[in-house]
């Protein structure tokens, strides 16, 4: 079992910048990926962006450019820059991991989510 806390949502005004954070706890030892996403007003959830053990990232279209994503492994945190903010950027924001599990001597892997965190861009 892996739990995740996100923190670092808020108000902020359009052009600004906030630093999500997410840090992992149980079962840490095999999260492979780590990532967020968001799900805007009566839409669906979407990535946003995601980073692997190795270090690779992977940025929806619209994060690229104004988005970093990052991941301390010693400490078992993600951490997402949101630079030049836009309103259309106002979602809840959902920390993920993918990590394994054993059933049986059968490797799964499954998803783990946070609670939410509420970023509001005003315009």
């Known amino acids: 079992q892996v739990q995740l806390v996100e923190s670092g949502g808020g108000l902020v005004q359009a052009g600004g910048s906030l630093r999500l954070s997410c840090a992992a706890s149980?079962?840490?030892?095999?999260?492979?990926?780590m990532g967020w996403y968001r799900q805007p007003p009566g839409k669906e959830r979407e990535l946003v962006a995601s980073i692997i053990s190795g270090g690779a990232t992977n940025y929806a279209d619209s994060a690229k450019g104004r988005f970093t994503i990052s991941r301390d492994n010693a400490n078992d945190t993600v951490y997402l820059q949101m630079n030049s903010l836009k309103p259309e950027d106002t979602a809840v924001y959902f920390c993920?991991?993918?990590?394994?599990?054993?059933?049986?001597?059968?490797?799964?892997?499954?998803?783990?989510w946070g609670q939410g965190t509420q970023v509001t861009v005003s315009s």
């Open positions: 149980g079962v840490t030892i095999c999260i492979s990926a």
């Open positions: 993920n991991a993918v990590a394994c599990t054993v059933v049986a001597l059968e490797i799964n892997w499954v998803d783990y």
